[in-house]
C-alpha cells in the first residue's frame, strides 16, 4: 500500500493513483454508494485512507474478476457490511447478494412450488442432496442441463453424478474456510464464491490440458 495512504489521508488524485483508478470512476462510485465518502477537510475536499483503498480494489476485483455488474455489487457490498445477518442465514445472504433473489420468495408472495423440470428434482432426490426446491438454483441447474442437452453433448445422469462429487469436495472446502462469526461468514461466503469462482474455472482448463498431454497418468505411480 501506497506509504501516503499508510501515514494518512489523500486526496481523490491519490487515491486513483494508488489504486490504479481515475477520478472519473471513483467519483461514479462515490455518487453509485459503492465507495464510502471520504472525511472532509474542508467544505469542498476530502481525505481518503485505507479503508477506500481496500473498498476500491474489492469493488474492482468483483466487477473485473468476479464479473458482476454493478447492481450485484452494491448488494455483495451491502452484504457483506450488514451486522445482523445470523449464522443460518449467510447462505441465504450470500445468494441474494449475488443473484437478487432472495431464496425461494423470489418466485412470488407465497409461491411455495419446487423450481426446475422433473428429471432435475429426481436427480437431486436421488442424489439425497438437501437443498431447497424452491431455490432458484435449481431452476439454474435445470436449464444448463438442458442447454447442453440441446448441444448435444452427452451429459447423462451418471455424468452429473461424477461432476457432482468434485462440487461436493469443492463445497466442503468453502464450508470448512468459513469463519464462526455472522459477519465474517457473510464476507467470506460471498467473496470467495464470487472471486474464487474465475480460480475454479482456470484450474480446470489447465487440468484438461494435463489431462490430455499425460493421458491421465497418476503422477505419484
Known sequence: MNVV???????????????????????????RGLLQPGHS????????????VERVRLVRALSEVGGLDLAAVGRVLEAIGAPDVGRLDVMATA?????????????????????G??????WIAARKWQVDLRDATVDR?????????????GLDEGRLDA???????????DVASV?????AAVRQVVL??????????????????????????DPTK
Open 5 to 31: 495512504v499508510e501515514r494518512g489521508g489523500v486526496r481523490i488524485s491519490e487515491l486513483a493513483e494508488v489504486t490504479g483508478s481515475t477520478v472519473t470512476t471513483l467519483k461514479f462510485y462515490l455518487r
Open 179 to 183: 469463519p464462526p462469526e455472522p459477519a
Open 41 to 52: 477537510v474542508t467544505r469542498t475536499q476530502a481525505e481518503y485512507g485505507a479503508e477506500h
Open 192 to 217: 470467495g464464491t464470487v472471486l474464487v469462482e474465475p480460480v475454479l474455472a482456470a484450474l480446470r482448463l489447465l487440468a484438461q490440458q494435463h489431462m490430455a498431454i499425460t493421458g491421465g497418468a
Open 163 to 173: 461432476y457432482a462429487d468434485a462440487a461436493e469436495r469443492i463445497a466442503r472446502i
Open 117 to 122: 423440470d422433473e428429471r432435475t428434482r429426481a
Open 141 to 153: 441447474l435445470s436449464e444448463a442441463w438442458g442447454a447442453c442437452d440441446d448441444a448435444g453433448i
Open 95 to 115: 445468494q441474494h447478494a449475488l443473484s437478487g433473489e432472495r431464496g425461494h420468495e423470489s418466485a412470488g408472495e407465497g409461491d411455495d412450488a419446487p423450481r
